[in-house]
């Protein structure tokens, strides 16, 4: 024996309603996104990155059992906290610090990934943070990553971040790292 479907004109109303809602909600929010201006900054820094000796601002932390924690062996998980000054000279104005993670993702130890923030200490942007995070190519010679977020003056930050060492001198693991830094944000 078949049944019949009832239909009932609640269920068409109750949509109706809720999609002139959904409308009404999407023009509140595109309307308040008129007086949103959104900012764009491009920034050159530069880190000062020591990567052993007394003074080691970058260091491995855990890799593989048996195997060598470089730069190019995959897994090996290094941790740092670098300098950002104004300029190149250690003596520049200093900006912040570069903290974060980075470690070799591919197996030939040629991707690193890297979880990185851009910590503002100076007068113009003290406090606020942008946030790098991505997968590249580390061997060449300029890598570029992502910008996914930013706080205090980069709040919703996006964009790209690119880094290119300028110099390292082996005999103190000294490296000289400049950055390009465009977002977009608040």
Known sequence: MATKAKFSLVFPVSSAIFLVMLLKFASTILA??????????????????YAGGPNAT??????????????????????????ITQGPELTSPMLGRGQGIY?????????????????????????????VQGNSNQLLAVSEYGVVSGTGKFRYATGYITFETLSFDPSTFYSLIRANVSVRHD
Do not use: C, R
């Open 32 to 49: 308040a996104d008129d007086k949103v201006v959104i900012k764009e900054t491009k920034m050159t820094v530069y880190l000062h990155d």
């Open 58 to 83: 970058s260091l491995p932390m855990v890799g593989f059992p048996g195997k060598l924690w470089s730069l190019t062996q995959f897994g090996t998980l290094f941790v740092s906290d670098d300098l």
């Open 103 to 131: 470690m070799p993702m591919s197996l030939d130890g040629v991707n690193a990934y890297v979880s990185f923030s851009l910590v503002f200490t100076n007068k113009a942007y003290n406090g606020s943070t942008i946030q």
